[in-house]
């Protein structure tokens, strides 16, 4: 079973790329609703709440996890368990970039996950240039459907994007594709690209089975869930 852990529900632009194209998968799902957004929280909390939050999925059943939260993947996954098999954003994120084949991107991102410098050292090796963009409010606004702090947020990354003559701006948080058609420029959401990498990793059979957890009831999660994969159990942990 595929575990995948983010800080709400952004990663389940992961999770329906996941479906799409391999939906006998059986995965679990977990947010962290009761700590989100995890952007602007130290790193020593992030690490905390990762290894809880991946203590979850693996006491439901999960082989194999993921990272589907940026933050989490900067902070705590590449710093601290690179080699231990977990499938994270960074990756997938700058081959997606490279397949666009643009020498400019500029990178939304959480404050988190840019002060990392992961992101930067990644692009640099690939020989593309990259301007970061903090968010500090969007993941949050997105989460809790602040229409209007979202739209304020976005339309400031595209104005960002625009001052530095990128070509492309990253979605480099998963809560940001929930709002992809809100950015009025080219975007590069690296969920399915990640998926790929689930499937080319673990395989694509199962029995379907899908599972959801979260750490705070919502009904915001639970109409998210729902729209994408129908009715279904949230599990409060």
Same mark, same amino acid.
């Given at each position: 079973m595929i575990g995948i852990? @983010?800080? &709400? =529900? &952004?990663?389940? =632009?992961? $999770?329906?790329? $996941?479906?799409?194209? %391999?939906?006998?998968? @059986?995965?679990?799902?977990?947010g962290d609703l009761a700590h989100v957004p995890y &952007? =602007?929280?130290?790193? %020593? @909390?992030?690490? $905390?709440?990762?290894?809880? &939050?991946?203590k979850i999925l693996r006491d439901a059943g999960a082989d194999h996890l993921v990272s589907a939260c940026n933050t989490v993947s900067t902070a705590v996954i590449r710093p601290y368990m690179r080699g231990d098999g977990i499938i994270e954003m960074v990756g997938a994120a700058v081959s997606a970039v490279q397949k666009f084949s643009t020498p400019h991107v500029a990178v939304a991102a959480t404050p988190a996950t840019i002060e990392s410098g992961m992101y930067q050292k990644e692009f640099q090796r690939a020989n593309i240039r990259a301007t970061m963009i903090a968010c500090p409010n969007l993941a949050a606004a997105i989460e809790y459907e602040d229409v209007a702090a979202t739209r304020t947020a976005v339309d400031a990354a595209v104005a960002a994007m625009h001052a530095a003559g990128a070509d492309v701006l990253l979605l480099a948080c998963t809560h940001y594709a929930r709002v992809r058609e809100m950015f009025a420029c080219s975007t590069i959401d690296p969920a399915d690209a990640v998926a790929q990498q689930i499937i080319a990793s673990w395989g694509s059979v199962g029995n379907g089975t899908k599972k959801f957890i979260a750490s705070k009831d919502s009904p915001i999660f639970a109409t998210r869930v729902q729209k994408l994969f129908g009715p279904r159990e949230i599990i409060l942990k």
């Open positions: 852990f @983010d800080s &709400g =529900s &952004g990663g389940l =632009s992961v $999770l329906a790329a $996941l479906h799409a194209r %391999a939906p006998e998968l @059986d995965v679990v799902y977990f &952007g =602007s929280r130290a790193q %020593a @909390d992030v690490r $905390l709440l990762t290894i809880a &939050g991946f």
